[in-house]
């Protein structure tokens, strides 16, 4: 299995506190993905990266912001968080566009 | 339509039945294609990759079918762990991987 873990694993917050979420790869793989995951909904994309501070936006990017400064380490953060935020959320990466993308163990957020 | 659909099911089988899950996708550009399995509050994890020719690992075949723009899982001699969502995974030119919200299979003993 790719070297992908995430942190926190588990976080319960307040609506309107801003939340980091980190993925850290071991593998030097060039693209990283945040997904999330809700039940009816599978897998959505919120934001992806090609490459060290080249990232772009998926199909559900609006609350979350991201950045890349390293290869390794792909921050996911909710600005302000708000309920509809409560979910499961998934890092993935991958080492070239026709390859397969490997996941962390997940991350699930609570948003009281 | 959606660009990748599947019956999310959930499909009971008997253990040692034969199960086939269908998945069809919009982009005819798309250029590879995966099945990833998803065990409950787990992560997914990939199951096979499908090749124009089809591929077969052990109990687990896939087939993938361009001209009507599906592909297939068929999983022979089920067993009680082969339990789990199956998801069906396309990738079209681009960044981005495409993903079917799953089909859920339950083996039963």
């Known amino acids: 299995d790719a070297g992908i873990t995430q942190s926190p694993r588990h976080k319960v917050t307040e609506t309107g506190t801003p939340v980091t979420l980190r993925c850290h790869q071991t593998?030097?793989?060039?693209?990283m993905y945040w997904y999330r995951q809700d039940p009816g909904h599978g897998l959505r994309l919120i934001h992806y990266?090609?490459?060290?501070?080249?990232?772009d936006k998926g199909e559900v990017s609006d609350g979350y912001s991201v950045s890349r400064s390293k290869t390794e380490d792909f921050l996911l953060t909710l600005e302000s968080a708000t309920s509809s935020q409560t979910s499961v959320y998934f890092c993935?990466?991958?080492?070239?566009?026709?390859?397969?993308?490997?996941f962390g163990p997940g991350t699930r957020l609570t948003v009281t | 339509r959606k660009e990748v659909e599947q019956d999310p099911g959930p499909f009971n089988v008997p253990e040692g039945a034969t199960v086939a899950f269908n998945c069809t996708y919009s982009?005819?550009?798309?250029?590879?294609f995966f099945w990833y399995r998803q065990d409950c509050r787990k992560e997914p994890k990939l199951l096979m990759s499908?090749?124009?020719?089809?591929n077969e690992d052990g109990r687990f075949t896939a087939q993938l079918n361009r001209a009507s723009q599906y592909i297939s899982l068929l999983i022979r001699d089920s067993k009680l762990s082969d339990s789990a969502t199956y998801l069906c995974?396309?990738?079209?030119?681009?960044?981005?991987?495409?993903w079917g919200a799953g089909t859920k299979l339950i083996i039963k003993p």
């Open positions: 993935a990466s991958r080492q070239d566009v026709d390859y397969e993308q490997y």
């Open positions: 593998e030097n793989h060039r693209y």
């Open positions: 990266s090609y490459g060290v501070k080249d990232t």
């Open positions: 982009n005819s550009a798309s250029q590879s």
């Open positions: 499908v090749y124009s020719s089809g």
């Open positions: 995974v396309v990738n079209p030119p681009g960044y981005q991987l495409i």
